[in-house]
């Protein structure tokens, strides 16, 4: 789940993403981290740019709990880790 999390939030600054879904790796650079398998979402930023990375980061969380861990392939995961019925 790790190398493919790391795929999708790097898929997030893809150029073919509208703007207001694209996140602009110029502007603010977000990553994965891993330790001991607990995960979280980080961002690089200039002080100026904290607005952009907020919303950004925000857009990429809801991203992932909504399209990333929606695939079949994390059904187990959601039901174990987020309480999400079966069905």
């Given at each position: 789940?790790d190398?493919?999390l790391?795929?999708y939030l790097a898929?997030?600054s893809?150029?073919?993403?509208?703007?207001h879904r694209?996140?602009?790796?110029?502007?603010?650079r977000?990553?994965?981290?891993?330790?001991?398998?607990?995960?979280?979402?980080?961002?690089?930023?200039?002080?100026?740019?904290?607005?952009?990375?907020a919303?950004k980061?925000i857009?990429?969380v809801?991203?992932?709990?909504?399209?990333?861990l929606?695939?079949?392939l994390y059904?187990?995961?959601r039901i174990?880790?987020l309480n999400?019925?079966?069905d």
């Amino acid at each position: 789940m790790d190398r493919e999390l790391r795929r999708y939030l790097a898929s997030l600054s893809a150029a073919r993403l509208p703007e207001h879904r694209r996140v602009d790796p110029r502007r603010c650079r977000l990553r994965v981290v891993n330790r001991k398998g607990s995960v979280s979402l980080s961002a690089a930023f200039r002080p100026r740019e904290a607005a952009y990375a907020a919303r950004k980061l925000i857009l990429a969380v809801d991203s992932i709990f909504h399209d990333f861990l929606f695939r079949p392939l994390y059904l187990e995961y959601r039901i174990r880790h987020l309480n999400a019925p079966e069905d």
